[in-house]
């Protein structure tokens, strides 16, 4: 595959995760400081108050987002595969996992919204959805850690087409500067806050877009 197709499904992992960003917002979205993301009061508060059809839009964006999630693991593997093989198809097994139990973690949002709406978020139908959702982040972190550390170690290695210090964007470096987020006044700092992490995928798969190219493989050059 040439250089611009691979671009052009780099590009779709960003479009993919912003997406992912505008469904979070559905559910949750709301002009504040960082530091009011911090109260569990609030957030309940804004799931049950927000219109009913921000829950059924919020979950739609799912399926769309694992299509577009989808293709940009592909051109992660695509990358990387010429160079590397095995370790490319082990990177895209790991953020194949992440990606699924990202999505199914997304689905359930919409359904908790209505039960905290209607049932309070003291219930125990939300209670297990909670512990539904702690359940599906372990595999996803597995999945998007050992992911990114292949990711890391083919990068440095010059062995997947883009510069050494695009590392620097990988999200588990960058997802730590969320910590700055609560410093964020408002109307800014919630929204930054709450969908950080997708913020932070859009962007690497953004910066790899820009930045691939197969001569950085074939010359050695970072």
């Known amino acids: 595959m040439d250089t611009k197709k691979i671009r052009w499904l780099l590009w779709a992992g960003c479009l993919g995760y912003l997406v992912l960003y505008a469904g979070d917002m559905l559910y949750y979205g709301a002009w504040g400081s960082g530091h009011d993301y911090l109260s569990n009061d609030l957030w309940n508060s804004i799931m049950a108050s927000v219109p009913l059809w921000r829950h059924h839009a919020g979950s739609i964006t799912g399926p769309v987002v694992l299509g577009f999630g989808i293709l940009g693991m592909l051109g992660l593997w695509f990358c990387c595969r010429k160079e590397a093989p095995r370790l490319a198809g082990l990177m895209l097994a790991f953020f194949y996992l992440d990606g699924v139990f990202s999505i199914l973690q997304h689905g359930i949002f919409g359904p908790m919204g209505f039960a905290i709406r209607y049932c309070g978020p003291k219930n125990e139908a939300v209670a297990e959805m909670f512990k539904l959702n702690g359940l599906l982040n372990k595999p996803q972190l597995v999945g998007s850690l050992f992911g990114c550390v292949i990711w890391i ?11 050494r210090w695009t590392v620097l964007f990988c999200p588990y ?16 700092g ?30 050695g050059s970072a």
Not at 155 to 163: E, F, I, M, Q, R
């Open 153 to 163: 170690l083919l990068t440095l290695k010059t062995k997947a087409g883009v510069p």
């Open 173 to 188: 470096i960058t997802f730590f500067l969320y910590k700055v987020t609560i410093y964020i006044p408002a109307p800014l």
């Open 190 to 219: 919630m929204p930054l806050n709450g969908g950080w992490s997708n913020i932070v995928r859009a962007v690497w798969f953004a910066v790899l877009a820009l930045t691939y190219r197969e001569a950085f493989v074939k010359g």
